[in-house]
Structures are given as C-alpha cells and as structure tokens.
Nanobody, 115 residues
Framework: QVQLVESGGGSVQAGESLRLSCAAS??????WGWFRQAPGKEREAVGS???????LYAVSVRGRFTISKDSAKNTLYLQMNSLKPEDTGMYYC???????????WGQGTQVTVSS
C-alpha cells in the first residue's frame, strides 16, 4: 500500500511563498505531482515530474511554482512563490505508475492566500 502524506500548507498574504512536501512510502513512480481544488471548482493539475526527468506545469503557475524531489527521502516538493488569491485551495499529492493515470492520492493540505 502506497502512502502519500502532504504537509506545509497554511495561510499567507498575496505575494508570499509556501513550500509543500509530500512524503511517500516509495518514490519509483512514473508520474508524481500536485493537483489542487478550489471551493466549487474541479480538481486541476498543478504540475508533475515524470520518470525521465521532465517536469510539466499548468500555465497558471508556470514561472511561480517549482516541483522538485529528493529520491533519497522519498519526498516531493512544491515551492510556491508570488502566491495569488486564486491559488487558494486544497493541494493534493498524487502519483501514478503510468504517465496517463493517477493511482495514489494524498489526503490534501490547505493553502489559503489572502489579498
């Protein structure tokens, strides 16, 4: 059973930064990334890192968010800079054994950005 545990969420002002962490019971995923869901909206992909090293980001966060991982610690990070109120939502760590599907989800961590 794979477990993904997020941490690092919180409440910040617009323009500030947060770093989310996702601790996993393993790190050999084909796809490992972050999703978010704002109140009343559908869950959306924030970005993912793939086994070949490619990292893809949603257009809305490109240039502000950075995904990285520490394979020795089985941990994925999401560095979020220049946060905006529209970045508010529940952030989920997710992982897939293939590039096209998500097989595992974390429980989520709340990020709230006020103006």
């Amino acid at each position: 059973q794979v477990q993904l545990v997020e941490s690092g969420g919180g409440s910040v002002q617009a323009g500030e930064s947060l770093r989310l962490s996702c601790a996993a019971s393993r790190s050999t995923f084909t796809r490992w990334g972050w999703f978010r869901q704002a109140p009343g909206k559908e869950r959306e992909a924030v970005g993912s890192i793939y086994s070949g090293g490619t990292i893809l980001y949603a257009v809305s966060v490109r240039g502000r968010f950075t995904i990285s991982k520490d394979s020795a610690k089985n941990t994925l990070y999401l560095q979020m800079n220049s946060l905006k109120p529209e970045d508010t939502g529940m952030y989920y760590c997710a992982a897939g054994l293939s590039s096209a599907e998500i097989d595992y989800w974390g429980q989520g961590t709340q990020v709230t950005v006020s103006s």
